[in-house]
């Protein structure tokens, strides 16, 4: 088991800027891939970026322009800038990490916990 533990969420304005980070209690083997996902009430959990191994971003639509993924692989941390923030970015956010735990073991799938990010109008 690998513990993810998220930091950051909380409430702010339309229009302004939280940023989430999702750390790793101990040392990993091997990380190849990172993301941010987010749930609000009522609706499915959706993508909302991810970074490879290599670096590589991808964002969802809505959040391009004013999101930004980044990784801190010395800290085994994962963090998501958010500006311009807008009401409908209401939600709980989760960590996601896809990783290779220990030498030796199978590529596995681990959830932070959620922190809940609230933007009013």
């Known amino acids: 088991q690998v513990p993810l533990v998220e930091s950051g969420g909380g409430l702010v304005q339309a229009g302004g800027s939280l940023r989430l980070s999702c750390a790793a209690s101990?040392?990993?083997?091997?990380?190849?891939?990172m993301g941010w996902y987010r749930q609000a009430p009522g609706e499915q959990r959706e993508l909302v970026a991810t970074?490879?191994?290599?670096?590589?971003?991808t964002y969802a639509d809505s959040v391009k322009g004013r999101f930004t993924i980044t990784r801190d692989n010395a800290k085994n941390t994962v963090s998501l800038q958010m500006n311009s923030l807008k009401p409908e970015d209401t939600a709980v956010y989760y960590c996601?990490?896809?990783?290779?735990?220990?030498?030796?073991?199978?590529?596995?799938?681990?959830w932070g916990q959620g922190t809940q990010v609230t933007v009013s109008s």
């Open positions: 970074i490879n191994s290599g670096a590589y971003t």
């Open positions: 996601n990490w896809n990783v290779v735990p220990y030498r030796g073991y199978t590529r596995r799938e681990y």
């Open positions: 101990g040392s990993i083997f091997s990380i190849n891939a």
